[in-house]
């Protein structure tokens, strides 16, 4: 299990006050209209700070420390040196024994996870609170476990559309290694071994909710027909169209069927299935829906950060509420929505 205690580095603590201790001298005039041009500044200052407080402590009870939010940055603007260490920390999550149970490492707990949950996650309102959670859990292993100190990083596909194979996330040495062996076997969702990049030989535990051990596997196509992996789907005017959608439910719905769709579809493979997951790009790929949500909520963020609802599960009228429950499959402490809906909470901290 991961503790919930975040690493202390992004959070500031309060210095000392140092004043109350110096000998007392004789004000003279200089310091005292020092005294009387700082005393709006500190006003001021103190006005600020109440209304971050104010505007926090509405959503979550924990106190207010994430004064230096982490910066989510996009793929291809990490250096070489910033991308490695990334991938390095990935595949450590795979020496590192499971929490959860599974017969293999934490790399395999999250797709694990994410199954056991899927349908409550998927077609249903939580479906970008749930995963704004967890995608943080795997940012929280990688730094517990594996001495990651960066950030996780986003694929913004609207930049690839137009080649969307030819992607940097798929380089074989800045990214994730590319398409499946073309003329290897079949293994499972139309994918094929990954033979190049640092994931090549990967083996997956899981398929969905089967135990069947495999390697790693892409097949670049067209959903269950053969045909091109088109971005066509993610082009910039799809998503400013979505973007400029007021309701909630109408914003997840059209991004979930839309763009997060497109992704595992052309992919295919691992992330064709539940276990999408064990394919490393899966995370920077609900990364990126996630700053998306976040653009949508900074759009008018008092009002949006607590715009909510939809279907509790897909196969459910049940109305979501703010106060339903995320369940994590034990890869973090289960928390309810309204805890996740600002990034710039003391749990999360982050922006981009
Ligand atoms: C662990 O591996 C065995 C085979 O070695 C398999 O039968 C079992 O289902 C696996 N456990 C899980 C949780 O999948
Ligand atoms: C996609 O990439 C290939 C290979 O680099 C190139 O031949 C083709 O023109 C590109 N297509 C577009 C639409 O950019
Ligand atoms: C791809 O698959 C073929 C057929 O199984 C095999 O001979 C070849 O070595 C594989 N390529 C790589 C790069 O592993
Ligand atoms: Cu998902």
Redesign the pocket.
């Known amino acids: 299990m991961f503790s919930r205690k975040p690493s202390s580095w992004r959070y500031t603590s309060l210095s000392p006050s140092d004043g109350g201790l110096a000998p007392r001298k004789r004000w003279s005039h200089s310091l005292r209209l020092t005294i009387i041009l700082m005393l709006p500044l500190s006003l001021v200052v103190l006005a600020l700070f109440w209304t971050q407080i104010s505007e926090n402590s509405s959503l979550s009870p924990t106190k207010i420390s994430c004064t230096d939010p982490a910066t989510r940055r996009e793929w291809r603007s990490l250096s070489r040196r910033e991308k490695k260490d990334y991938i390095d920390a990935v595949k450590c999550l795979a020496t590192v024994p499971s929490r959860l149970g599974t017969n293999g490492t934490i790399y395999d707990d999250f797709p694990w996870a994410h199954t056991q949950v899927s349908s409550f996650t998927h077609g249903s309102a939580s479906f970008f609170p749930w995963h704004r959670y967890f995608i943080h859990a795997y940012e929280r292993a990688l730094r517990e476990h594996c001495h990651y100190e960066g950030n996780l990083a986003y694929w913004d596909w609207t930049l690839d559309w137009e080649n969307i194979t030819r992607s940097p996330v798929w380089g074989p040495e800045s990214g994730f290694g590319g398409d499946g ?1 073309k ?3 079949i293994t499972l969702g139309h994918g094929r071994c990954i ?1 190049d990049g640092p994931f090549a030989g990967q083996v997956a535990l899981f398929y969905g909710t089967r135990y069947d051990p495999h390697c790693l596997s892409r097949g670049f196509g067209n959903g269950d027909k053969e045909g091109e992996f088109s971005g066509i789907g993610v082009r910039p005017e799809v998503v400013e169209n979505i973007l400029k959608q007021d309701s909630y439910e109408k914003f997840f719905l059209d991004f979930e069927n839309g763009p997060h769709s497109v992704i595992p579809n052309g992919v295919r493979g691992d992330f064709f299935s539940f276990t999408a997951p064990y394919d490393p790009v899966f995370f920077l790929h609900h990364t990126q829906l996630d700053r998306l949500w976040w653009v949508w909520q900074k759009t008018d963020f008092k009002k949006r950060v607590k715009a909510y609802g939809g279907r509790i599960t897909h196969h459910s009228n049940e109305q979501a509420s703010l106060k339903d429950i995320l369940h994590m499959g034990g890869l973090v402490d289960n928390l309810p929505v309204m805890s996740v809906m600002s990034t710039e909470s003391d749990l999360l901290c982050y922006k981009y």
């Open positions: 062996n003329t290897g076997e033979v």
